[in-house]
């Protein structure tokens, strides 16, 4: 059990991380909004992008946030990283940074395995 609990809040942390705190602190700088142009977006989509993100980060971490609130933050994410890859291989073609989002993906897909491993084990419990 506690094996699990650091593998989940492990992977949590890194998605914390990467898609709440970072794009906070990076979201107005010039290479960011270059970066959302790049791909043809308007720069009112990352702003929004954002504050999304941060509030995904904030309903994963928090633990009182409803399971049902969870869920739909762990799909927000896996669509967030899925889009970004489409994004980046029809834009860029297929390059490292067209595998990134899938990367972070997949730790967000570790998140998701053992949140779920650790709330079947409390069901248990009872």
Same mark, same amino acid.
Not at 20 to 29: E, F
Not at 71 to 98: K, R
Not at 100 to 114: E, G
């Given at each position: 059990?506690?094996k699990?609990?650091?593998?989940?809040? &492990?992977?949590? &942390?890194?998605?914390?991380?990467?898609e709440?705190?970072?794009p906070? *602190? &990076?979201s107005?700088?010039?290479?960011?909004?270059?970066?959302?142009?790049?791909?043809?977006?308007?720069e009112?989509?990352?702003n929004?992008?954002?504050? #999304?993100?941060f509030?995904? @980060?904030?309903?994963?971490?928090?633990?009182?946030v409803?399971k049902r @609130?969870?869920?739909?933050?762990?799909a927000? #994410?896996a669509f967030? #990283?899925? #889009?970004?890859?489409?994004?980046?291989?029809?834009?860029?073609?297929?390059?490292?940074?067209?595998f990134?989002?899938?990367?972070?993906?997949?730790? *967000?897909? @570790?998140?998701?395995i053992y949140y779920? $491993? *650790?709330?079947a084990? $409390?069901?248990?419990?009872?």
């Amino acid at each position: 059990m506690k094996k699990d609990k650091v593998i989940y809040w &492990t992977a949590t &942390t890194i998605i914390a991380l990467f898609e709440g705190v970072m794009p906070a *602190l &990076t979201s107005q700088t010039e290479l960011a909004k270059e970066g959302i142009r790049h791909l043809g977006y308007p720069e009112y989509f990352g702003n929004a992008l954002v504050i #999304f993100k941060f509030l995904g @980060v904030l309903s994963l971490v928090i633990p009182q946030v409803p399971k049902r @609130v969870k869920e739909w933050a762990y799909a927000g #994410f896996a669509f967030d #990283f899925l #889009f970004a890859t489409i994004s980046h291989g029809a834009i860029d073609g297929i390059n490292v940074q067209t595998f990134f989002p899938l990367i972070v993906f997949a730790i *967000l897909a @570790v998140s998701y395995i053992y949140y779920h $491993k *650790l709330n079947a084990d $409390k069901r248990q419990d009872l």
